[in-house]
């Protein structure tokens, strides 16, 4: 896993001043770098039961989409507000700066789902904790989070009641 690293840019000052920004583009272009993260990503989670894996816009829906593909399983999107064309359930969250609100298709999951948690980079934790509950309101299970990049210094994993795992650690 320590290979990858070498595919994860850093950006300083992206978005704002004082944020380095880890920039997966460069795993996303190489074959063999994409190939070895999802099918890492994928490994622990082969027999753990899972039906269907869930990604938060938008780099969550790059990796979410493979995951989903290589466990035989269905994606469930969850979007940003006003782009899910159906009924929503929402969550807000507090960021740094503000709220951020998610939505997810009311009858994209149900109590019998067993789900699969996927983003590129766990940082607070906040979007991920804020997604759990947003599966959990439609009574589906959250086996676990995965993430290709942790941010281990920002202590994320402390905010997820659910099992965590990443590929490549800061
Ligand atoms: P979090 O603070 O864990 O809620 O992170 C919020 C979202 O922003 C996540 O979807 C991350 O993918 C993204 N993010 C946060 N910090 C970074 C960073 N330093 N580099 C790249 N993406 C980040």
């Known amino acids: ?43 622990p989670f082969r027999d753990r039961g899972v039906t269907a894996v869930c990604g938060m816009e938008a780099r969550g829906f790059i990796f979410g989409s493979v995951l989903a593909y290589l466990l035989g399983v269905g994606f469930v999107p969850l979007r940003k507000p006003g782009k899910l064309p159906h009924e929503t359930e929402s969550i807000s969250y507090q960021l740094e700066y503000g709220i951020a609100t998610l939505e997810i298709h009311r009858d994209a999951l149900g109590p019998k789902d067993r789900v699969l948690m996927v983003d590129d980079v766990l940082a607070t934790g906040g979007t991920m904790a804020a997604s759990c509950r947003l599966v959990e309101k439609l009574g589906a299970h959250v086996v676990a989070c ?25």
């Open 1 to 43: 896993m320590e290979r990858l690293k070498s595919y994860i840019r850093d950006i300083p000052d992206f978005p704002v001043k004082g944020i380095v920004f880890k920039d997966i583009t460069p795993l996303l272009r190489d074959p063999e770098a994409i190939r070895l993260a999802c099918d890492a990503l994928a490994a």
């Open 146 to 170: 995965a993430f290709v990049v942790e941010l281990a210094f920002l202590n994320g994993r402390s905010r997820l009641h659910h099992e965590v795992v990443s590929l490549i650690q800061y």
